[in-house]
């Protein structure tokens, strides 16, 4: 059973940034991929974020290449994920998930940890 815990989220103010962190009990070198994705109020669930646990490698939707970043270290089973300058429209709860390679959908995922900014 693999379990996820947010953290990082808070009140900011536009132009802010924050390093969200994920705490994975996942057991280092298993072929696991960690994702971050966001659900702003009222609307659907959006992927943000993935990276490979294993090799390192990262992807990113079109929406979020070059706004945010996605990292890995696994000496403390963690993954984080860092904000860039906020805006308002960025107010979402932040989830974190995680999928083995051979999932096709994402089968553990955390609380989430809220991040609103304020303009």
């Known amino acids: 059973q693999v379990q996820l815990v947010e953290s990082g989220g808070g009140l900011v103010q536009s132009g802010s940034s924050l390093r969200l962190s994920c705490a994975a009990s996942?057991?280092?070198?298993?072929?696991?991929?960690v994702a971050w994705f966001r659900q702003p109020p009222g609307k659907e669930r959006e992927f943000v974020a993935r990276?490979?646990?294993?090799?390192?490698?990262?992807y990113y939707p079109d929406s979020a290449k070059g706004r945010f970043d996605i990292s890995v270290d696994n000496a403390k089973n963690t993954v984080y994920l860092q904000t860039p300058s906020l805006k308002p429209e960025d107010t979402a709860v932040y989830y974190c998930?995680?999928?083995?390679?051979?999932?096709?959908?994402?089968?553990?995922w955390g609380q989430g940890t809220q991040v609103t900014v304020s303009s």
């Open positions: 996942i057991r280092t070198g298993t072929n696991y991929y």
């Open positions: 990276i490979n646990r294993v090799t390192g490698i990262t």
């Open positions: 998930a995680a999928r083995s390679f051979d999932d096709t959908s994402y089968k553990y």
